[in-house]
């Protein structure tokens, strides 16, 4: 799950980001009280939506006002790490103070994570959720769970779930966690039987309805598939994980109009999310609205380095083509075809008959 997405949306957030933006553009004091737990938020809503020059603006504002403060470390060292600079990001996270933050442990168990040492987070994990108190202990296995699964861990992920629910069986927010990693596995069936009986405990659970929505999409079943979204909408009607679900569940049922439309309300709070942009891009193709395809699309191109560039430039190629620019799909085609994946075989079937079609099930989103 991305709570980020959830977290960016609340209303104290959404006046903190706007106090901090209204202080860049006046340079006068924000009203909003601007602590460094808030500006780290702020600089990592930039970098998750492709502004990095904000968020590092936003960054060194917080170290020149709290520079022992624990979080704009955080960020600078998860920084380094995505950069692949693995000793300048431990260095960074072995300077900090307090080791024993329960943040800075998430920090390390994830540098182990990414940089393929996984035994060494499973250990440090495994400790410090021994020794915490039963009043933190649960909170922090959830969260232990949840950073296994953002790196692919799933059977160590079922593991401490079900041992979260036997050490703190009325923890039920473990219940839609165990379902989102049944899912992760592919084991939709299952995480519909997990769910359907324990709706009564879950009825206001957002995150319950979104991983029942999604079993049941991959099960075929969209009509039950879309009723849990219609649940999880009435509970936060602007939910973007609900939105985005739900105009995933209508782009394969055909119905794109409706899907567009949900799309564009997920994009109103995240305009540049590369998810987001390219499935309603897709969406848009298929409705044969290829100008407004090529703006998703051309939006997409221009960030270097994403793992879906080959499958933007396929559909560039496609678009073009449609609207009679011989050369400027010839210009993408070959662009495409210089990626490691694309979907011209899919779009462009005459052109490469030997080629094998792509299976967008597949793409690293």
Not at 88 to 107: G, H, M, N, T
Not at 152 to 160: C, D, H, Q, V
Not at 253 to 281: I, V
Not at 296 to 320: D, W
Request: net charge negative.
């Amino acid at each position: 799950m991305n709570e980020d997405y959830n977290y960016f949306q609340d209303e104290e957030f959404r006046a903190s980001l706007a106090a901090y933006e209204q202080m860049q553009q006046t340079g006068e004091s924000a009203d909003a009280e601007l602590d460094s737990e808030t500006l780290t938020d702020i600089a990592e809503y930039y970098a998750m939506n492709q502004r990095m020059d904000e968020a590092n603006r936003c960054i060194q504002y917080a170290l020149s006002f709290y520079p022992d403060s624990v979080d704009p470390q955080i960020f600078l060292s998860r920084q380094q790490m995505f950069y692949g600079n693995k000793d300048k990001a431990w260095s960074i996270c072995k300077a900090i103070p307090d080791q024993e933050d329960r943040e800075v442990v998430f920090l390390q168990a994830e540098l182990h994570f990414y940089f393929t040492e996984p035994q060494g987070a499973f250990d440090l994990l495994s400790k410090h959720y021994a020794e915490l108190a039963d009043n933190e202990a649960a909170e922090f296995l959830f969260d232990s769970i949840a950073l296994c699964m953002d790196y692919g861990f799933s059977e160590k992920a079922l593991a401490w779930v079900l041992q979260l629910r036997h050490d703190y069986p009325d923890y039920t927010q473990a219940l839609a966690l165990q379902a989102e990693v049944h899912n992760q596995r592919h084991e939709y069936q299952q995480a519909v039987d997990l769910l359907m009986p324990n709706l009564p405990l879950l009825a206001f659970d957002t995150q319950a309805w979104l991983q029942l929505a999604e079993a049941q999409l991959w099960l075929d079943k969209y009509d039950d598939a879309l009723e849990a979204t219609d649940y999880l909408l009435a509970i936060s009607a602007d939910n973007a994980e609900g939105l985005m679900m739900r105009a995933n569940i209508l782009l394969d049922m055909g119905k794109l109009d409706e899907a567009h439309n949900y799309y564009m309300r997920f994009l109103t709070f995240f305009p540049n999310d590369e998810k987001a942009n390219y499935l309603d891009a897709r969406c848009l193709v298929e409705q044969e609205n290829y100008q407004m395809a090529i703006q998703r699309l051309e939006l997409l191109a221009s960030r270097p380095g994403s793992t879906i560039t080959g499958y933007v430039y396929s559909h560039l190629a496609y678009c073009y083509a449609q609207l009679g620019h011989s050369e400027q799909s010839l210009h993408y085609r070959q662009k495409a075809e210089r990626e490691d994946y694309n979907c011209l075989a899919e779009l462009f079937p005459d052109s490469y008959p030997d080629a094998t079609p792509p299976n967008f099930d597949d793409l690293p989103f």
